[in-house]
């Protein structure tokens, strides 16, 4: 041998060399025994490894993880394949199942991103979207009686930025009943919250990049799925051919933030409680809009739907309208300015300046979204320290 061949292929003794944290896969192929085997493998006769966009051990034991998460308790078994965004589990769900001539049923108030993606790339490769308030059943039944074109009926609750929250059980059993999918964006909740499988969703989306990794320090999605033929025929064919795979890298984040979500959430929940309570008795402080309270309209239907707690997220309308907003915003000096959510930090956004500055006002009134309406990702640090934060911000 060459002393330039010695750069070559080299692996440790597999002997005690058994990790007890998940490695890194960082191998875009993977090597067959025999020629038989790579044949099997690529006939998906047998179980294995080719090639990293198809599948990658550490981005499959994470989906398998999150997966297990969603259908814990419930004596049901999911399929799962982890995406490069949540954006791109979005659309590898929709480019899986759907086909041009077919309609998707949605919401107004949905993650932006989600709406843009349905209004602009799906619509233009023949997917419509019918945006309706899906908190109105009546309406949603009158939508699928005359149109049996609609195949998805896609959902978000609690739904930006006023966790206005819709019926997924009444929901999904509308959608079977015209035989269309229904599909949920469970990112706020997390399973820990919600497992919308028990109110008989057939996909669940996440941007794992928020809660479930929970350190603002990856950017990957996933679709879990009960059908196990329609995962695999069409969301993992979409993801591989289309190329949305998630990267080793990311998964092994979303991996370590996994580990500590029970604790996150149990944090997130008790102190954006304790916050809304306060902030609802501020006098500078319009209206709270937290699911958690008994003031918010969906509060019943989140007790039912929600039995882990109210999540993170919330809202709140100042009284002093889109300068106090602005004003306030400038004064925050604890809590991070930032358009994310579900980091351990908490995070503040004034919609009206910055996430929804393009969209009309009226449009943006409709949902919820006025002047001086402030969101805020709860994050896990000592309540007192975000309370303080925001007094003083409010003056
Ligand atoms: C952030 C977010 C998305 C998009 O996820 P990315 O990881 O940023 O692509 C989708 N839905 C909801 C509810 C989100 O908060």
């Known amino acids: ?28 192929s993977f090597v067959f025994e025999d020629i038989d085997q790579g044949i099997d493998i690529f006939k998906n006769i047998e179980s294995g490894h080719a090639y990293s966009r198809y599948a990658n051990p550490t981005v499959d034991t994470v989906a398998a993880k999150i997966a297990a998460l969603e259908t814990f308790g419930l004596g049901i078994e999911a399929t799962a394949v982890m995406t490069s965004s949540g954006m791109s589990a979005i659309a590898t769900l929709l480019m899986g199942v759907l086909k041009s001539g077919d309609k998707v049923l949605s919401q107004g108030n949905l993650y932006g991103g989600t709406t843009e993606l349905l209004k602009g790339i799906l619509g233009q490769m023949g997917v419509e979207t019918v945006f309706t ?4 059943l009546p ?26 929250c819709v019926d997924i059980a009444a929901l999904s059993a509308m959608a079977h009943q015209y035989g269309a999918y229904c599909a949920i964006d469970n990112t706020f909740c997390t399973p820990l919250l919600q497992q919308p499988f028990a109110f008989g969703v057939d996909f669940i989306v996440h941007s794992t990049t928020k809660f479930l990794n929970g350190h603002g320090n990856s950017t990957a999605g996933i679709v879990v799925g009960l059908d196990h033929k329609i995962m695999r025929e069409g ?19 979303t991996y370590n933030g996994l580990k500590t979500l029970a604790l996150r959430m149990e944090r997130h929940c008790q102190n954006a409680q304790q916050l809304a309570d306060f902030l ?5 402080v319009e209206k709270v809009n937290y699911p958690g309270l008994d003031t918010h309209p969906d509060h019943s239907l989140a007790k039912r739907q929600m039995p882990g707690g109210f999540g993170g997220m919330l809202s709140f309308e100042l009284k002093g309208g889109y300068d106090a907003g602005i004003a ?44 001086g309406l402030i969101r805020i990702s709860v994050g896990i640090e000592n309540i007192a320290d975000i309370k303080a934060d925001l007094v003083q911000a409010m003056l």
Not at 236 to 245: C, D, E, I, Q
Request: one cysteine or more; hydrophobic letters at 40%.
């Open 328 to 371: 306030c915003m400038n004064r925050i000096q604890f809590c991070t300015l930032a358009p994310t959510l579900g980091d351990v930090d908490t995070l503040i956004l004034h919609p009206a300046s910055s996430s929804h500055l393009a969209v009309p006002k009226e449009a943006r009134l409709q949902n919820g979204i006025t002047d």
């Open 280 to 284: 609802e008795k501020h006098p500078a």
């Open 133 to 136: 308030d899906l908190r109105d």
């Open 235 to 253: 969301v993992w064919r979409a993801m591989k051919l289309v190329g949305t795979n998630c990267s080793p890298f990311e998964a092994w984040l």
């Open 1 to 28: 041998m060459k002393i330039d061949s010695l750069t070559a292929r080299e692996m440790p003794d597999n002997r005690t060399t058994a990790p007890h944290i998940l490695p890194i896969y960082a191998t875009s």
């Open 139 to 164: 309406t949603v039944e009158a939508i699928f009686r005359g149109d049996s074109a609609i195949k998805m009926l896609y959902c978000e609750t609690p739904a930006n930025p006023t966790l206005a």
